[in-house]
């Protein structure tokens, strides 16, 4: 089986995030029968190829390199939008169409088949753990990640001085993203009297009171974090208001003794090293008690210095200029920020511009030419 059959049998598997049991359980199969050491749960499936360079395949290694992706998609959407259903996977001359072939299983098989042909190929330079992992649900939370790297650091046997890894998110072929701003959303509570709002000073004791003034001075608050928070691969944090409520509807006459705003604040790690004292400082000025409003994702950083670019780009023949910065969050910071000495970037076939989109197509040529650069990138290590 070669990448483009692969590809689209992974297509073929229904995997809507939630519903991934199926496709994991095939992907274990299939590593199980290539003679890897395979775990399975509903989160994570991971194969383990041990490569040596000498006869000792029981040799402890202090290297790893994982080449990783998700296996759920997005739902389908409107299904009279498609030209065939979404879960039959169609192959032309130039691309094979279907629900998850960008984003992202098309890259991950091809990962999966370069590693098999580096395996095949044999004569390996070095000895490194090489670990094949498809996740789950990382279209809604990135748990299966998040939990694949805690099972990883309970292992006691996977003890790794360095960890370098790929994920095959779409990048076009031809981008290395080495990090993306985290993102921390927050909810903010203020307090204050209620009154008769026929008295224009009670407007004032009121919490809605306290909340127009944070949010006039947002901008700012803002304009402050931007001169001393900002980085120069990760640019500017953000802090932007997404929601206001306050008061009470049926009681038009009365004024607030309690309102929300809730925050949707992109971090850069400069701000998130400082971002507790930062925020409780305007809490105090402002008035307010504040909490997550769902769990906080670090901002992540990889140098562009690193082994695993350097390698990417000599593999792939690509320049300097293709390094940049994830658009969104991905799964990378939970590999570079769960793991010590971890150096995992975003490197891809696939088309971002058909991530989550009707009749989703990836170039066969992208797709055979990014699973030999990866062969070409193990052989680097």
């Known amino acids: 089986m070669d990448e483009i059959e692969l590809t689209k049998k992974l297509i073929e598997i229904e995997s809507v995030s939630g519903n991934e049991t199926k496709i994991l359980e095939f992907i274990a199969d299939f590593l199980q029968k290539k003679s890897a050491k395979v775990w399975q749960n509903e989160d994570f499936v991971a194969g383990l190829f041990k490569i040596r360079n000498s006869k000792d395949q029981n040799l402890k290694n202090n290297r790893a390199i994982i080449l990783t992706g998700h296996i759920d998609t997005v739902s389908a959407g409107d299904l009279n939008a498609w030209d065939k259903s979404p879960w039959q996977a169609i192959e032309t001359s130039e691309k094979i169409i279907g629900l998850g072939a960008s984003d992202m299983k098309g890259g991950l098989a091809a990962q999966f088949i370069a590693a098999l042909d580096f395996i095949k190929e044999g004569n390996f330079k070095s000895n490194f753990d090489l670990w094949l992992v498809a996740v789950s649900n990382e279209e809604i939370d990135g748990r299966g990640s998040r939990n694949?790297?805690?099972?990883?650091?309970?292992?006691?046997?996977?003890?790794?001085?360095?960890?370098?890894?790929?994920?095959?998110?779409?990048?076009?072929?031809?981008?290395?993203?080495?990090?993306?701003?985290?993102?921390?959303?927050?909810?903010?509570?203020?307090?204050?009297?209620?009154?008769?709002?026929?008295?224009?000073?009670?407007?004032?004791?009121?919490?809605?009171?306290?909340?127009?003034?944070?949010?006039?001075?947002?901008?700012?608050?803002?304009?402050?974090?931007?001169?001393?928070?900002?980085?120069?691969?990760?640019?500017?944090?953000?802090?932007?208001?997404?929601?206001?409520?306050?008061?009470d509807k049926q009681s038009p006459n009365k004024t607030a003794t309690s309102a929300e705003i809730v925050l949707d604040i992109r971090t850069t790690p400069e701000l998130d090293t400082d971002f507790e004292n930062a925020f409780n400082l305007l809490a105090k000025k402002y008035g307010f008690s504040w909490k997550y409003h769902s769990d906080p994702v670090p901002s992540t950083l990889v140098s562009e210095n690193s082994a695993v670019i350097k390698n990417i780009l000599k593999s792939a023949d690509l320049t300097e200029s293709s390094i940049m910065i994830s658009p969104g969050a991905t799964d990378q910071g939970e590999?570079?920020?769960?793991?010590?000495?971890?150096?995992?970037?975003?490197?891809?076939?696939?088309?971002?511009?058909?991530?989550?989109?009707?009749?989703?197509?990836?170039?066969?040529?992208?797709?055979?030419?990014?699973?030999?650069?990866?062969?070409?990138?193990l052989k680097e290590f």
């Open 148 to 247: 694949f790297v805690k099972w990883l650091n309970q292992q006691s046997g996977f003890s790794y001085k360095e960890t370098f890894g790929i994920i095959a998110e779409p990048t076009n072929n031809k981008n290395i993203e080495i990090g993306h701003r985290g993102n921390r959303f927050l909810t903010l509570k203020f307090t204050g009297e209620s009154g008769h709002a026929s008295q224009q000073e009670n407007y004032q004791k009121s919490a809605l009171s306290k909340a127009s003034s944070f949010l006039l001075n947002i901008d700012a608050i803002f304009n402050k974090w931007v001169d001393k928070y900002s980085n120069i691969y990760l640019r500017k944090p953000s802090l932007v208001p997404t929601s206001l409520s306050a008061g």
């Open 335 to 377: 590999f570079v920020n769960g793991l010590k000495n971890t150096q995992v970037v975003v490197f891809g076939p696939g088309e971002w511009d058909e991530a989550h989109h009707q009749n989703e197509f990836i170039y066969k040529e992208k797709l055979s030419k990014y699973k030999m650069e990866i062969v070409d990138f």
